[in-house]
């Protein structure tokens, strides 16, 4: 089959479908990309595309982000227009709606199927906005919120099928589109992400490495943001460690925003958060990683006998779903998307989001008593591999969605 995937920052969520197709072998595979410096992957064509057009920073706020959609749109079709002209023709596409760049490809190929990935619609309410009192939507946020769905709905008339990997975003948007968006998971690879009792973490700062036998406990996004509780956590750590004189806190992220405002600190939220709590906590067993390598990554949470994950009303990260296939013991923000993977009592605890005083002492439990709670890690494990395993649950229900609108004779085989 002749493959077509688009997504401004390769791989996205197609990492695990792109690279299974590969493995397959016998598919023509074209990968459009905004990514800069993507090496080549044998079995495949990566080709980086420009936006067309990128809006002034003065731009009038409603449109200005349609602007940038249509932008990476036109570069986007531009590019398929040059795939065409070398005789390159899809039998489907995949690509991801947020950005815009599928919304020109009809007028590309006209009668070639495509399926996009519907992340998230925005919401004045009942989302991200306005969750965190500390973070106040602006009186212009309905407006802003609404004007941005201009991709959405735009891209509902532009694709065949929609897929969302979960209810959580799929309800995000209007009814009317439900019945054109599936609901599945992109995958976990239970299969390579398993608890590792001999995983060991080398820390420069104690000239040795840890273990699982040391107390660890663990933070990880991709980027420090309120969005994902930084702020509650930071507020959680000088009772954590006062309580627990042995505990060290390996924190895992970058200091950009991935989401929601940036903060107005040189630094940014780090330097904020350490100002605030400042000689309250020991820094001396704050260990702030940085982006690390995945596998080191891996062997983080595996070593951590309390892993914590926080999220206002938005999309699960991956990585909550990978520490859950890691049987890690999560404490977790009892917001509506965590609701839908993890279940207080029987594979995580859930705190209120707000309450960091919670946070904290159910951390110290957990740091406290380990064993109480270990079947917490292992029923969370069994609910990822029951569910969400990419092999035998996702990959099968997407395969079928992409077999039924590929051209009769060219299905993909699951094998």
């Known amino acids: 089959m002749n493959i077509l995937f688009v997504h401004q920052n390769f791989p996205g969520q197609y990492r695990e479908l792109f690279q299974w197709l590969i493995a397959q ?32 920073d003065t731009a009038y706020a409603p449109t200005k982000y349609w602007e940038e959609c249509t932008g990476n749109g036109l570069g986007a079709a531009f590019a398929a227009q040059k795939l065409a002209a070398a005789g390159f023709r899809p039998d489907i ?82 009814t009317n589109f439900h019945e054109k968006i599936y609901v599945c998971h992109d995958g976990i690879r239970t299969d390579r992400l398993v608890p590792n009792q001999h995983a060991r973490v080398p820390l420069s ?7 699982r036998d040391d107390e660890i406990f663990t933070y990880m996004s991709r980027n420090m943001e309120p969005v994902r509780g930084f702020h509650k956590f930071m507020r959680a ?53 940085g982006k690390v390598p995945y596998a080191a990554y891996q062997q983080i949470i595996q070593i951590s006998r309390a892993h914590v994950y926080l999220t206002v009303p938005f999309v699960l990260s991956w990585s909550s779903m990978e520490a859950m296939s890691m049987g890690a013991t999560i404490i977790a923000s009892d917001t509506a998307p965590v609701r839908e993977v993890m279940k207080h009592g029987e594979n995580a605890l859930l705190v209120d989001f707000h309450d960091h005083n919670a946070l904290a002492a159910q951390v110290i439990e957990v740091l406290a008593r380990p064993e109480a709670f270990s079947q917490l890690g292992q029923a969370a494990r069994a609910h990822m591999i029951a569910n969400y395993d990419f092999t035998t649950k996702c990959l099968p229900t997407h395969i079928a969605r992409i077999n039924s609108l590929a051209p009769k004779g060219r299905a993909i085989p699951l094998r």
Do not use: C
């Open 237 to 289: 750590l000088p009772q954590i460690l006062a309580e627990r004189p042995n505990a060290r806190a390996l924190i895992i992220g970058g200091n950009e925003v991935s989401y929601g405002k940036a903060s107005d600190a040189q630094g940014g939220y780090r330097a904020e958060m350490e100002r605030e709590i400042g000689a309250r906590v020991d820094w001396d067993r704050v260990h702030f990683l």
């Open 93 to 174: 596409i995949l690509g991801h709606v947020g950005w815009g760049e599928l919304t020109f490809l009809k007028q590309v190929w006209a009668d070639v199927p495509i399926i996009g990935f519907f992340e998230y619609y925005f919401l004045a309410q009942g989302g991200s906005v306005g969750f965190d009192p500390e973070f106040p939507a602006s009186d212009h946020a309905p407006f802003l919120m609404h004007a941005r769905n201009a991709v959405n709905f735009a891209n509902f008339q532009t694709v065949d099928l929609g897929q969302s990997p979960t209810f959580f975003q799929r309800d995000t948007y209007p």
């Open 25 to 56: 072998g016998g598919h023509q595979i074209v990968f459009l990309t905004q990514r800069k410096g993507v090496p080549a992957v044998k079995g495949a064509r990566i080709i980086e595309y420009t936006a067309h057009h990128k809006p002034a």
């Open 205 to 211: 700062r104690l000239g040795r490495a840890v273990t």
